[in-house]
C-alpha cells in the first residue's frame, strides 16, 4: 500500500483510507472493531469519521460512530492511527447535530462546540485531519480558517480540510487563507467514483495546481458499483434502508439507482470479468490512480465486503483497461441523477 502526502502539509496516510459511517447503524460495536482491526492488519492507518455519523444521521445516533471509533483507538497505539472527522456544517438540510440547538452555520462557536465533542468522544486530544463537512457560502472564510488556524495553534488539530465543496468555495478559501496568513484547506473529500466522475474536470486542476489532495468517497457509488442492486435489493444495505426513508433519502436513492447507472454497471462489469477481479476491486484501484487522490476512503458492514476492496490495494490498470473505462463515460456521461447540491 502506497503512502501520500496529504497536500502541502507534512502528513502522510496510506493510499487506502476506513470509512466509518456504518458503524453504530449497520455495524455494532463487535463488527465494527473487527472490521477496524481488519484494515488495520492489512496497514490502512487512516479512518475517516464524522461527528454527525452514521449515516443515514438521526438526533438518537448523533456522535456513536465517533464513541465507537474512540474506544477502538484505546486498543492502539495512538501515533499509528490518522484520525480525521468533520464538523457537520449547513448540511444543505439533511440533518442538524442536536447540540446546536437549530444553528448549523459554520462560526467560531459551532466549530469550536464542535471540535471539543469529537475530542470527547474519540478520546483522543488531537485530531489529524478536521475537515468541514458540508459548505457554508454565506459565511466568512476568514472567520472559519482563523477558528481552525486556532485550534492547529492549540495542538487540537494538525491539518484542516473541507468537504462536498465546489470549485469556487475551494479557491475562495485558499485565497482567503493567502491573503490573511491562516491555515489551508489541504484536502477536499468529495464523491467521486466510476458513475461520478465530475472531479476531474474542475475540481482536479484547483487540487493539481494548489497543491490540494482529493480523498474520494463513496468510490463503489454507494454499493451500486458492488453490483450487489443489480436484481434486487439486499437486506440491510443502505440503498434498501432509503426504500422506505424520507423525502430526502428517497431522492439519493433515485440519484444513485437509474436505468444509466445499471447500464454502466453492465458494461464495467465485462471489464471486471475479463481482469478476472470483482466490480468493486475495479472501482476502488480505479480511484487509487489519479494522481490528485491522496486516499480513497471506503466503507463496509462486513469484513467480507472490506476484503473485496482490499483486494484493489495491489491492483494496477494499464492503459488499455484505462481507455475502455473512458469509453464507457463517452458513451454514458455522469449516469448518476443531479440532485442540484453536487455539482463539483
Known amino acids: 500500500m502506497e503512502r501520500r502526502r496529504l497536500g502541502s502539509s507534512g502528513l502522510t496516510v496510506t493510499d487506502i483510507c476506513m470509512g466509518t459511517m456504518t458503524f453504530g447503524c449497520q455495524c455494532d460495536e463487535k463488527l465494527s472493531f473487527e472490521i477496524m482491526d481488519r484494515a488495520y492488519d492489512a496497514g490502512i492507518d487512516f479512518y475517516d469519521a464524522a461527528e454527525m455519523y452514521p ?21 492502539k497505539p ?28 459554520l462560526d467560531r462557536f459551532q466549530i469550536v462546540n464542535a471540535v471539543e465533542g469529537s ?16 459548505p457554508d457560502h454565506f459565511m466568512c472564510y476568514e472567520d472559519v480558517l482563523e477558528t481552525l488556524t ?6 487540537k488539530v494538525r491539518v484542516a480540510g473541507c468537504s462536498n465543496e465546489t470549485c469556487w468555495g475551494l479557491m475562495k478559501s485558499l485565497w482567503t487563507a493567502e491573503q490573511h496568513g491562516l491555515c489551508r484547506y489541504d484536502t477536499v473529500q468529495n ?13 482536479a486542476q484547483v487540487c493539481r495546481r494548489e497543491q490540494v489532495s482529493l480523498l474520494p468517497y463513496s468510490p463503489l457509488g454507494g454499493g451500486v458499483l458492488t453490483g ?33 447507472t445499471r447500464e454502466t454497471i ?10 478476472g477481479v470483482t466490480l468493486t476491486a475495479l472501482a476502488v484501484a480505479w480511484s487509487r490512480q489519479h494522481d490528485f487522490v491522496a486516499s480513497t476512503i471506503i466503507g463496509a458492514t462486513s469484513v467480507e465486503q472490506l476484503d473485496e476492496s482490499l483486494a484493489a490495494k495491489e491492483l494496477i490498470l494499464d492503459a488499455e483497461t484505462m481507455n475502455r473505462i473512458d469509453e464507457i463515460d463517452e458513451r454514458i ?7 442540484g447540491l453536487r455539482r463539483l
Open 55 to 75: 449515516v443515514p444521521p438521526a438526533v438518537e445516533t448523533y456522535g456513536v460512530t465517533e464513541e465507537i471509533v474512540g474506544r477502538w483507538l484505546k486498543t
Open 266 to 275: 453492465e458494461c464495467l462489469k465485462h471489464i471486471a470479468d475479463d481482469l
Open 333 to 339: 456521461p455522469n449516469p448518476l441523477k443531479e440532485d
Open 150 to 155: 486556532t485550534l492547529i495553534k492549540q495542538g
Open 78 to 105: 495512538r501515533e499509528s492511527v490518522i484520525i480525521s472527522t468533520k464538523v457537520t456544517g449547513p448540511g444543505h438540510g439533511w440533518f442538524v447535530p442536536p447540540v446546536r440547538h437549530g444553528h448549523t452555520t
Open 191 to 203: 464523491n467521486f467514483s466510476l458513475i461520478n466522475r465530475r472531479c476531474e474536470s474542475e475540481l
Open 228 to 260: 450487489k442492486y443489480a436484481n434486487d435489493y439486499p437486506v440491510g444495505a443502505r440503498f434498501s434502508m432509503y426504500r422506505t426513508g424520507g423525502e430526502r433519502q428517497q431522492g439519493i436513492l433515485q440519484r444513485f439507482l437509474n436505468d444509466r
Open 119 to 134: 475530542l470527547q468522544r474519540l478520546q483522543t486530544d488531537y485530531i489529524d485531519l478536521y475537515q468541514t463537512h458540508w
